[in-house]
Antibody
């Protein structure tokens, strides 16, 4: 059974750093893209970025490029989302999710939609 | 970036009714690479459909999807109590991938 288990809720102050995690099990972690989705309070879903743990290929939405860092450690089946300096506007629920992928005619690994989701990690940033 | 606009914002319906949700893209969605997700309060989203019309594993056949190009729809043929939720479309044909803003289906 595919499972994504995220780290627990965090309460931080503006300017602090943070790294949250997402551990995958029940599938080949290194061989599947895994991504992060933000949901601000009472708002919709925002696609942040993804990583392929097998070769650490990482892609960000322009809205999040430079604002967060996505990484993964395939030896422990865990992906991470981190901030170097949190802002109050980073207060949100963050979901990790696995992506289905396929190979195109040129052999490129193309990430597609999210098929399995973690339970979410609530990050609250307040002074 | 492809902007997805979902309409209406909220639907107030009764169990047993049929409903259609719309997702309109600002540009053509390549290969009809569009997915639909359902999110209930306090829960993570759940994949319903991909490729505009292919149901995910375990999704009941009262959920169906159609459309191509820039206009897509999600139809629920007969609303069950557990279907009252927020529904999001997402395109994965172009980078960056984007979500629509969601349609809430609430009990009338």
């Amino acid at each position: 059974e595919v499972q994504l288990v995220q780290s627990g809720a965090e309460g931080k102050k503006p300017g602090e750093s943070l790294k949250i995690s997402c551990m995958g099990s029940g599938y080949g972690f290194a061989n599947s893209w895994i991504g992060w989705v933000r949901q601000m309070p009472g708002k919709g879903l925002e696609w942040m970025g993804i990583i392929y743990p097998g070769d650490s290929d990482t892609r960000y939405s322009p809205s999040f490029q430079g604002q967060v860092t996505i990484s993964a450690d395939k030896s422990i089946n865990t992906a991470y989302l981190q901030w170097s300096s949190l802002k109050a506007s980073d207060t949100a629920m963050y979901y990790c999710a696995r992506l289905v992928h396929h190979y195109d005619s040129r052999g490129y690994n193309i990430p597609t939609y999210f098929d399995y989701w973690g339970q979410g990690t609530l990050v609250t940033v307040s002074s | 970036e492809i902007v997805l606009t979902q309409s209406p914002g909220t639907l107030s319906l009764s169990p047993g009714e049929r409903t259609t949700l719309s997702c309109r893209a600002s540009q053509r969605v390549s290969s009809n690479y569009l997915a639909w997700y359902q999110q209930k309060p306090g829960q993570a989203p759940r994949l319903l459909l991909h490729g505009a019309s292919t149901r995910a594993t375990g999704i009941p056949d009262r959920f169906s999807g159609s459309g191509s190009g820039t206009d897509f729809t999600l139809t629920i043929s007969r609303l069950e109590p557990e279907d009252f939720a927020v529904y999001y479309c997402q395109q994965y044909g172009s980078s960056p991938r984007t979500f629509g803003q969601g349609t809430k289906v609430e009990i009338k």
